[in-house]
């Protein structure tokens, strides 16, 4: 059966040397996605996967770097020539899901467990100086204990998610790298530095995970070995009907010494 060939994981998309910056209108650097006068982005590489517009990437702790418009997590790829693949595009959704749900559940976790925690230290207040009643003061303490508990399980899936984005955030920069790679072919780790803008460490770390990457997509896949049954050998007709004379009657035995005739 013929297989599809695999769509290109990037494009190149080369601009015009002679066209100007949309911003200030001075030259750009060929092979720059940004202005050097006013920084303003260029090119399809600079296209956020969030809101689709070109625009600069900024450092961020958790992310990385993240769009300038939107927020959202985006590859700092210093190339007016590639643009990134669906893949990666799909790996920095998913990061921007995860951190999403992450700051949403980290907000309500605290709230949640302030809230429950302030019940808690009330309900001893009122226990030491009022002194109400036994079946009182453990309804009071469980209604305090559900927003606690509440806002403990929420604190636990932020983590979780905390967990999912960076792992989205590193697939997509091992993507990154594959599709640069593709084009341009293979990269030194003091030109990944200077395309991603990481550290040589970073770099280091990504062309080892590319080149993995690289090889188990290229590796034939795995197949069930199914043994062959034996073939099984038919029964000669000397073995069902023992040996027949020329006339179809039994061979006789012959007796050691006898002569035949």
Known sequence: MLKAAPMPPVARTELDPGTPCRNCGQALVPGKSACPACGAAHGE???CPHCHSIAEVEPHGALGFRCLVCGGPRIALDSAELSLSAQTN?????AKSEQTKHLMLSAGGFLLSGMGAL????????????????GAMLAAYFAAAVPLATGLFALNRAAAARKQR???LRTAEVSALSDVQAVVGALSA??????LRISPERAELLLAEASVASMLEEAPAPRLRVAAPTPTRPASATENHGIETEIGEPAGKTVRGDTEI
């Not at 799909?90 to 998913?94: D, E, I, Y």
């Not at 019940?119 to 036994?134: D, F, I, R």
């Not at 003091?190 to 395309?195: G, T």
């Open 190 to 195: 003091a030109r990944v530095v200077q395309l």
């Open 166 to 168: 960076s792992e989205a």
């Open 45 to 47: 590489g600079n296209r």
């Open 119 to 134: 019940a808690l230290l009330l309900c001893v207040v009122v226990e030491l100086t009022a002194s109400p009643g036994v």
């Open 90 to 94: 799909a790996a920095l959704s998913r």
